[in-house]
């Protein structure tokens, strides 16, 4: 298959037919929440309409698209044909028109044949919410494996939306109004061609997946523990991933700024060494086919030892954003009550007197074995408490041991010290050096079987 180059500057995926990038972002809103399925909300969603068209806009700047107007629409119902009512049809073309807007986000998930219609009305390329993603996640893909699962995304979107609509039509418009990215090359293909495309990328991400699992396999056997960063997108996963590991990753005031997991070995004050990984972010109506093809990426986080869910507390819908990412973790078998989970309350130098204060209190008053922790990932506040958290985290699931050791056996309190952790060594009343050590269950066994305990 042709490879994409996507680093630096090559990562220039113009956009394709009549971009040109002013953008129009609509926001269709059905007033009765009964009916409020064809946009794939989840029930008791609490977003406000304005927030969900402030982060539509957002994603579609994330593509580099100039966003010249958003707008609410509101409904009744969906119309089949065109999904917005003829008068609104009418009044987004005159403005599509008069703004020279050559794209039109609709927010919501579109059918091809509403999609068709729309485009026709408008005179401009149609992209609704999942195709949106898609574009985006394309962009930011940087790995062989990212690229893979993206394309493998997209084909399997277009081949579900070809069982419902795959007219004589659709084939001549050529493609579902994608601005180019992975599966461009597929714009003319029939569905056998995109289901023998998307046989071949299964092979491929096959063997990219199981290289990556010799590649696991290999840094399992060394005995650091895996730290994972999960949140919805733009909570400051990267912020505090380059705070706790001074590398730098591409942390942008971006949707999706980061794809591919970045992995960095970090040493924490206490002598562990952690594998730091930090992952794609999380979004509301994330397409089911893309959660499916991002598990091998999120892989990380399932086998992970701890999980740092990040979330931006200055975010109005922070409790509607921690539900989503909660909701994937489930599909992925994280279950919400996990004892690796640790909430990272993030950008709390983003909040006021009072909401700090509110805050504050509420990590105070939560259980200790759920406690949040409170961090600025920009300032730096909190972040020492957040390694804290972690080391704690970790010894809970290593296990301490006591030994009594000849003093004479230096090379015996020296192999301690390569492959455990020392936490107290005293002289007992018998003329015994009484040692105390920490260890992850495999290595408890090798002290136990070389000390005989
Ligand atoms: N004020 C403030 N801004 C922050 C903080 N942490 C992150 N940000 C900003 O939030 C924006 C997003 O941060 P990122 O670290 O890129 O977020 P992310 O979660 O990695 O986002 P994706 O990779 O896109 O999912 C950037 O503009 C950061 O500078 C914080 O503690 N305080
Ligand atoms: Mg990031």
Excluded at 3 to 31: C, F, H, M, Y
Excluded at 315 to 326: F, K, R
Aim: charge should be neutral.
């Amino acid at each position: 298959m042709e490879q994409r180059e996507r680093d630096g500057d090559k990562d220039v995926l113009t956009p394709t037919g009549s971009g040109s990038g002013r953008a129009l972002v609509i926001e269709p809103w059905i007033k009765n929440p009964s009916t409020r399925r064809g946009g794939g909300r989840a029930a008791g969603d609490t977003r406000t309409p304005e927030a969900r068209l402030e982060e539509a806009m957002g994603l579609a700047r994330a593509i580099d698209l100039d966003v010249v107007q958003g707008g609410i629409v509101m409904l009744h119902a969906v119309r089949p044909p065109t999904y917005v009512g003829k008068g609104k049809v009418d009044e987004i073309a005159g403005l599509t028109k008069s703004l020279e807007a050559s794209v039109v986000i609709m927010d919501c998930a579109i059918s091809p044949v509403q999609q068709r219609n729309l485009e026709k009305a408008w005179g401009a390329k149609v992209i609704d919410r999942t195709g949106l993603i898609l574009e985006i996640f394309g962009r930011r893909a940087r790995t062989r494996e990212g690229a893979l699962q993206v394309e493998h995304a997209h084909l399997t979107y277009q081949k579900g939306r070809l069982v419902r609509s795959w007219t004589h039509l659709e084939r001549q418009r050529g493609g579902f109004g994608f601005l180019g990215g992975p599966g461009e090359t597929q714009i003319e293909a029939d569905r056998r061609m995109l289901e023998e495309r998307i046989a071949r990328i299964e092979v491929d991400l096959d063997k990219v997946k199981r290289t990556r699992k010799l590649h696991r396999d290999s840094r399992k056997r060394t005995p650091y523990p895996i730290v994972a960063l999960v949140g919805y997108t733009n909570a400051g996963k990267s912020t505090l991933f380059n705070r706790m590991t001074t590398a730098s990753v591409l942390s942008a005031d971006m949707l999706f700024a980061t794809l591919d997991p970045t992995m960095r070995a970090v040493d924490l004050p206490h002598g562990n060494r952690i594998i730091l990984s930090d992952t794609v972010g999380f979004i509301s109506d994330l397409p089911t086919t893309l959660v499916a093809a991002f598990r091998a990426t999120l892989e990380e986080v399932i086998e992970a030892d701890v999980i740092l869910h990040v979330r931006d507390l200055s975010h109005e819908d922070t409790s509607a954003q921690s539900h989503d990412v909660e909701k994937v973790l489930s599909e992925l078998g994280i279950a919400p009550e996990d004892r690796r989970i640790v909430e990272v309350w993030n950008k709390i130098d983003r909040l006021d007197a009072n909401g700090r204060e509110r805050i504050l209190n509420l990590v105070e008053r939560a259980p200790a074995e759920r406690r949040p922790v409170a961090v600025s990932a920009i300032t730096g506040e909190g972040v020492e408490r957040l390694i804290g958290a972690v080391e704690t985290r970790l010894a809970e699931k290593r296990q301490t041991i006591e030994l009594s050791l000849d003093p004479s056996d230096g090379a015996g309190l020296s192999w301690l010290y390569r492959h455990a952790e020392v936490l107290s060594k005293d002289m007992d009343e018998h003329g015994k050096l009484a040692v105390t050590v920490r260890a992850d269950p495999d290595q408890a066994a090798r002290v136990r079987a070389k000390f005989t305990v």
